[in-house]
Nanobody, 124 residues
Framework: QVQVVESGGGSVQAGGSLRLSCAAS????????MSWYRRYPGKEREFVSA???????SYADSVKGRFTISQDNANDTVYLQMNSLKPEDTAMYYC??????????????????WGKGTLVTISS
């Protein structure tokens, strides 16, 4: 089975920075496309950022220019550097890993795995 674990959440004041990490593990012959989502209380999860196997990144408009996603392919780890944080960034942040790579080698190909989330709180 595939495990996804986030870390790095916490509480900072507006204008500050946090760095989230997410590691996918469990089956070494799969490669993982990683992305970040967040959820406000009572709302559905919303897309924040993603990075594919070629390093191509995408961002929600609300975080462009403030957040940067990067990855360490050797360790199947993705990072989300969050700068110029705003109170409206307060949310639970979730990492998603989509199993991929060579279909013949990865029995979990195409499946999505979610972490349990890490809380980010920004005070004004």
């Amino acid at each position: 089975q595939v495990q996804v674990v986030e870390s790095g959440g916490g509480s900072v004041q507006a204008g500050g920075s946090l760095r989230l990490s997410c590691a996918a593990s469990g089956y070494t012959l799969c490669r993982y496309a990683m992305s970040w989502y967040r959820r406000y209380p009572g709302k559905e999860r919303e897309f924040v950022s993603a990075i594919d196997s070629e390093g191509i990144t995408s961002y929600a408009d609300s975080v462009k220019g403030r957040f940067t996603i990067s990855q360490d392919n050797a360790n199947d780890t993705v990072y989300l550097q969050m700068n110029s944080l705003k109170p409206e960034d307060t949310a639970m942040y979730y990492c998603k890993a989509r199993a991929g790579g060579a279909r013949i080698l990865c029995p979990y190909y195409g499946f999505d795995y979610w972490g349990k989330g890490t809380l980010v709180t920004i005070s004004s």
